[in-house]
């Protein structure tokens, strides 16, 4: 064998050798990829079904809670086409929307006030993830503009109520322990907000004239109006989790899943 036909004879193996590792290599980058695409995608839609199970909570608007469940289920999916073909699991479904929609359609109560200030950050957190939705189904013609704007705008007056009821209730529980500064303090922040808030609606009047007279009857020793905030925030004290496992003080315990 020549000089040159020995050299061929061990380099061409070698070379094809290389050659596999270089496209195993870049398969592997294209699926580890693909799996960091995937991976954020089950982020998105597990945060945005922690944002839903805490509106269902607090809100009872059926319209708009249907329309983000079908947007978790949404992401749910994109979620298993995202993943290289080998992850994929057989016969996969999809997320079971069934327990949700059985729990959104069904007559409950909801709570008018919240825990504390943490959860007070908590639901802004979880309203933000909603508001955040609502735009890129716009531009995929899911939802009209127009609807998007009428949630938007349901949404952050929602938002409100639950701070400003929160608030007023920890006042007048201030208020019944004899301090003064402390409810008067709380009253401040809750018609700040109203005061601040862009949007102007029926009720927004005459909250911050509930305020002022709660404000006149703590500092003139008169009797504070009658309400029921102080009794659900005492309610919410006593209750460890709600209906979904979560528990009232959101840094606190484990989530259950369905």
Known sequence: MSAIGLVVAIALPIALVLIGLVFAGRRQQSEFKQRSQARAIKT????????????????????????????????YQRHQEALPKKDRQEGYGGFDKTPYQQKIEATKSVRKVLKSDREIRYAKQQFSRILKTLNPMVKQ?????????????????????????????????AAKRGDVVT?????????????????????????????????????????????NLSKALSQEETNAQNEFGIPSDPSAGEKQKF
């Open 141 to 173: 013609r899911i939802i009209s503009e127009t609807a998007m704007m009428e949630y938007r705008r349901y949404l952050r007056m929602t938002l409100l109520d639950c701070e400003v009821d929160t608030y007023t209730a920890q006042g007048d529980v």
């Open 183 to 227: 409810a008067g303090n709380y009253y401040k922040a809750a018609k700040k907000l109203l005061i601040e808030f862009d949007i102007q609606y029926p009720e927004k009047n005459d909250k911050i004239r509930g305020l002022a007279n709660r404000t006149n009857s703590l500092y003139n020793g008169g009797e504070e109006p009658e309400d």
């Open 44 to 75: 998105a839609a597990e945060d945005l079904l922690e944002a839903l199970e805490f509106l269902m909570l607090v809100d009872n608007f059926k319209e708009i809670q249907l329309v983000v469940l079908d947007r978790v289920a949404y992401f």
